[in-house]
C-alpha cells in the first residue's frame, strides 16, 4: 500500500489488499474480511488494511454508507490466536505494536464520518463482536451466534465489549456476555439490542440495502455531525481505557495465564 499524496479517494483495485475485499458501488462501500480459512480472524495487515479502507471511504464523498462483512460462514472470530502463538506471545513489545494496530483500526472505523453497517453473515467471536459493535447499525443471519471467549483464552475483551457491552445491552447482561463466556444466538442479540434484527440468511442482504438506500437520501454533513455526537459515550468508555488495557494486555503476554491458555487452545485445534 502505496501512501496517498492528497485526501483523495482510489480505486480499490489500486490498493493492493490481501486480507480483504474493499469494494465501490456508489453509494455504498464495502469491507469484507476476506480469510475464510481461519473464519476472517485478525492478523496484523488485517488490521492494517481494514484502517486503510475506512480511510478511503472517508475520503470519497460519493460514497454515503459503508459495509463491513465476511467470507464465508464467519463474520470475524477476533484475534488469530495461531499467529499470536508465533509472534507474541512472550514478547510484550511486539504485542504493544499488534494492539495499536487494533485500537487504529477501530479509530478509523468509528471515525469514518459516514454511516456504517455491520452485515453480519455468520458467527462473530471476540473481537468479530467488538468489530459490529463498532458500526452503527447490524443485522445478523439468523443461525448465527455472539460470542465472548477471552476468559477462557488468556484475553480480556477490552477492544471494545469492556467499553460498549453496558451501553448496549445494560450491565448484568454485559457481565453475562464476558463471564459466562455463552453463545448468544441471533434473536436473542437483537432482542437485547446487540444488534438491530436477525433475518433469515436470504433477507440479510434485502435488509442491508434497504438500510442503504435510506442513509443515502440523509445529508451527508448533518449525518456526519450526528454520528460524532452519537459517538459521545462509546468514545468517553473507549478513550478513559483502551491505553490501559493495550499495555496491560502487552505484559499479559509474559504471563502463564495467557501463553498456557492459547497453546492449549491451538493443541485442541490440532486434534
Not at 463474520?75 to 485500537?103: I, T
Amino acid at each position: 500500500m502505496s501512501e496517498p499524496a492528497h485526501p483523495a479517494p482510489r480505486d480499490p483495485a489500486e490498493l493492493g489488499f490481501e486480507t480483504i475485499v474493499y469494494e465501490k458501488a456508489l453509494p455504498r462501500a464495502t469491507i469484507r474480511l476476506n480469510r475464510p480459512d481461519v473464519l476472517n480472524a485478525f492478523d496484523f495487515r488485517m488490521l492494517r488494511e481494514i484502517a486503510r479502507a475506512c480511510e478511503d471511504a472517508s475520503w470519497d464523498d460519493e460514497v454515503r454508507a459503508v459495509v463491513v462483512t465476511g467470507t464465508g460462514r464467519a463474520f470475524c472470530v477476533g484475534a488469530d490466536l495461531r499467529s499470536w502463538d508465533e509472534d507474541l506471545l512472550g514478547r510484550p513489545g511486539e504485542y504493544w505494536k499488534w494492539f495499536g494496530a487494533f485500537e487504529d483500526m477501530h479509530d478509523r472505523l468509528r471515525k469514518i464520518g459516514k454511516p456504517t453497517i455491520a452485515r453480519i453473515n455468520g458467527i462473530a467471536v471476540g473481537g468479530g463482536n467488538e468489530l459490529q459493535m463498532a458500526c452503527d447499525l447490524a443485522v445478523m443471519v439468523d443461525s448465527a451466534f455472539i460470542r465472548h471467549v477471552g476468559l477462557q483464552h488468556g484475553s480480556v475483551p477490552a477492544g471494545g465489549a469492556t467499553q460498549w457491552l453496558q451501553l448496549m445491552v445494560g450491565d448484568r447482561r454485559a457481565r453475562e456476555i464476558v463471564f459466562l463466556c455463552d453463545e448468544i444466538p441471533a434473536a436473542q442479540a437483537a432482542e437485547w439490542g446487540l444488534v438491530n434484527k436477525a433475518v433469515p440468511e436470504d433477507e440479510v442482504d434485502a435488509a442491508v440495502d434497504e438500510w442503504v438506500e435510506k442513509l443515502a437520501a440523509k445529508l451527508p454533513h448533518t449525518t456526519r455531525y450526528a454520528k460524532q455526537q452519537l459517538n459521545v459515550w462509546r468514545d468517553l468508555a473507549w478513550h478513559q481505557t483502551v491505553g490501559h488495557a493495550r499495555d496491560w494486555l502487552s505484559m499479559s503476554m509474559l504471563g502463564e495465564e495467557a501463553q498456557g491458555a492459547v497453546r492449549t487452545f491451538l493443541e485442541r485445534r490440532k486434534d
